[in-house]
Nanobody, 115 residues
Framework: QVQLVESGGGLVQPGGSLRLSCAAS????????MGWYRQAPGKSRQLVAR???????NYADSVKGRFTISRDNTKNTVALQMNSLKPEDTAVYYC?????????WGQGTQVAVSS
């Protein structure tokens, strides 16, 4: 069983930055594909960024060049650095871990981008 706890959300002005962090329990964190998803009001949950256990990354087109996902397997953490934030980035952001058929979600952290 893996538990994921996000932190770092909040209110930021357009053009600003936020850094989300996700702390994971479990000794095999390094084997998991980790990702960040987001869900805006009235919309389905969508992938923002993913990082594999060997460090390969992929991003949604809407965040390429602005967001960066990273992981530290020694600390069991995954982070999402978000720069040049836009109002359309407003959503609840969820940390996700996956290995084979096992999927784990955090409780979510709210990000609001508004002037």
């Amino acid at each position: 069983q893996v538990q994921l706890v996000e932190s770092g959300g909040g209110l930021v002005q357009p053009g600003g930055s936020l850094r989300l962090s996700c702390a994971a329990s479990g000794s095999i964190f390094r084997l998991y594909v980790m990702g960040w998803y987001r869900q805006a009001p009235g919309k389905s949950r969508q992938l923002v960024a993913r990082i594999t256990n060997d460090g390969s990354t992929n991003y949604a087109d809407s965040v390429k060049g602005r967001f960066t996902i990273s992981r530290d397997n020694t600390k069991n953490t995954v982070a999402l650095q978000m720069n040049s934030l836009k109002p359309e980035d407003t959503a609840v952001y969820y940390c996700h871990g996956q290995r084979f058929n096992d999927n784990y979600w955090g409780q979510g952290t709210q990000v609001a981008v508004s002037s």
